[in-house]
């Protein structure tokens, strides 16, 4: 009498047969591509629940950074990127994690958790003023600002001013930037915005006009390499702060290139 059982068998065996070749296919690229093994590597709890929105495959390849280089992490806050970063550039390289007072305060807890027993130990943590921070000229390969470029115009609170001037920083990491170096931006999109009104839609939406970044790095010297529309999305009309429940973590955002000519 005619059975089905081998050919289940069959199929079960090939099936896994294929599912380990899938594996071990998988497992040969992340060897093959640092990006790769970062994201599939070591990681803090929590961190991989971002992905889904943060791209960081996308971003780090669009950022073009590799083995041996030298970045900033711009606005670390708790080092989502900075660990990533830290893992693709390797023991020749290094990354720079930054914070203000502000956002040291605020990332504190899980930022120490992150560097616990030396987990990256080819990172360094900066916490100075975005206006002065101390960068060694032609020092940097990679500058990288995720989410918080906006932040250099927001006026947080009873403060006088806002958190920093684009213009001073700018100035500093073109001349810490080696020739070719580059700087990816990645932001929450604001509608058109006159120049006078950036602070305070900073400062509301925690937005920005890409415009306005666009004409900022251009005024500091550098040119503008490209755009990626990973993070797009046409459903968010920029109205909202990026804190509302019905956007947050899905806000349209923009994702440029800059190098240091």
Not at 57 to 69: N, S
Request: charged share 25%; hydrophobic share 40%; net charge positive.
């Amino acid at each position: 009498m005619f059975t089905t059982r081998p050919l289940r068998i069959i199929c079960a065996t090939l099936c896994t047969v294929v599912l380990c070749l899938t594996l071990q296919s998988q497992a040969a690229m992340a060897a093959d591509d640092p990006i790769e093994s970062a994201i599939a590597g070591e990681r803090m709890p929590g961190d991989r629940n971002e992905d889904s929105w943060r791209k960081p495959r996308e971003i780090l390849t669009f950022l073009d950074v590799a083995p041996g280089q030298h970045v900033l992490d711009f606005y670390s806050g708790p080092g989502y990127y900075s660990e990533l970063l830290a893992r693709v550039v390797g023991p020749t390289g290094s990354v720079l994690i930054h914070n203000n007072e502000l956002y040291a305060q605020a990332a504190h807890h899980d930022l120490m958790k992150r560097l616990r027993g030396g987990r990256l130990p080819n990172v360094k943590v900066r916490k100075e003023s975005s206006n002065y921070i101390q960068l060694k000229p032609a020092s940097l390969d990679r500058v990288l600002f995720v989410l918080v470029y906006h932040d250099l115009y927001w006026q947080p609170g009873l403060s006088p001013e806002p958190m920093g001037d684009p213009k001073k920083v700018l100035g500093t990491l073109y001349k810490a930037l080696k020739p070719g170096g580059m700087v990816v931006v990645v932001d929450h999109v604001a509608n058109p915005t006159p120049r006078e009104n950036l602070v305070a839609v900073a400062s509301r939406l925690h937005r920005i006009d890409p415009d306005a970044v666009l004409a900022d790095f251009k005024q500091a010297g550098f040119e503008f390499a490209g755009e990626s529309s990973v993070l797009k999305n046409p459903n968010d009309d920029h109205k909202l702060s990026v804190f509302d429940s019905s956007v947050r973590k899905r806000t349209d955002q923009f994702v440029y290139k800059f190098r240091r000519p």
